[in-house]
């Protein structure tokens, strides 16, 4: 097969769908690699380093969709690429159909067979392609949160750690999923005093077995959370009901409770965000203040640590991709459950039901 990597033109991207590990996989396999000079810079491979895996380096993008059977990329295609993609082209990427009329009806129209990231699942429900996306955004959000509680960035002036002889700050987890449970860990080793908060008690249950003892778990509950709000400095909103958006966990009028310069960072901001005071924000201009409450509600977190990402995604992907590309489309998809739940739109015709 001849699998094409293009560079990613989406503002502010700088992940790569392919690393040269994986180039050197697909070459091993009997593939043809093309990929598009400087697709990978911004997550720290150059074009040598595809070269020495064996890819075929074209100038232009166009060159790569005019000549390939399939392409892996991270974000969706944006309106300038629609009319790139050819009829029967597998397409292998983060789509998010749902919130793009546009990319649909483009994606119908070019009829080619678009597999998502993002539903790719398990038998056991859990989305693979997707875990470790939520894995770089929760142990950034303490990154993050750490920073912003810092005094000339408008927080509250406390140091997360702590020091000898001074108690450590206080984060508040909503959520002990994926995100969650990433946070916790980032807050625990910062030295943190940290509270998770879940609904489900196996979460919590798993929780309280692995993490140390200054992490503490509680069930999630209006009361509960209007408690510890008052005293907490750092809060992450980390909830997700699959399949629908955030459930609101902290309303405007709670901020009051709060001490001026906590910071909220709302990472199920991109599920709606599970504050009522959250609104998207991006990289360049990451938070805003209301009621001298610092919120951070960037809405592609990982986006910001490509180099991180970029492995982390590849780790996942390149199995599947390997799987396509050795057996075609149709028996890759037939042969594995999880990957057929990826198909969403094939040859005109939507085929994941949620879409439809
Ligand atoms: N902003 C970003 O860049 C970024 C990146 C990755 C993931 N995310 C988002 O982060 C969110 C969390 O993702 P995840 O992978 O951790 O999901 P997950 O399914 O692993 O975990 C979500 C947890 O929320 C819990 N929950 C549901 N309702 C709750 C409530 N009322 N109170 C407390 N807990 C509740 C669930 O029981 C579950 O344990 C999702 O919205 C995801 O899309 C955002």
Partial sequence: ?????????????????????????????????????????????????????????????E?????????????????QEYGLIKEDQIVFTYFHFASSDALTQAMIDSKAVCIAYETVQDADGTLPLLTPMSEVAGRMAIQQGAKYLEKPIKGKGILLGGVPGVPPGKVLVLGAGVVGIQAAKMAAGLGAHVTILDINMKRL????DVMPSHVVTEFSSEYNIRRHIKNHDLIIGAVLVTGGKAPRLITKDMLKDMHPGTVLVDVAVDQGGCFETTRPTTHEDPTYIIDDVVHYCVTNMPGAVPYTSTLALTNVTLPYVLKIANLGWEKACELNPDLNKGLSIVKGKVVYEAIS
């Fill in 205 to 208: 249950r798993y929780v309280n």
């Fill in 63 to 79: 060159d790569v969709y005019a000549i390939s059977d399939m392409i892996i990329k991270v974000k969706e295609p944006i309106a």
């Fill in 1 to 61: 097969m001849k699998v094409g990597v293009v560079k990613e033109i989406k503002n502010n991207e700088s992940r790569v769908g392919l690393t040269p590990a994986g180039v050197f996989e697909l070459v091993k396999n009997n593939h043809t690699v093309l990929v598009e000079s400087k697709a990978g810079e911004g997550s720290g491979f150059l074009d040598e380093d595809y070269l020495g895996a064996g890819a075929v380096l074209l100038p232009k993008a």
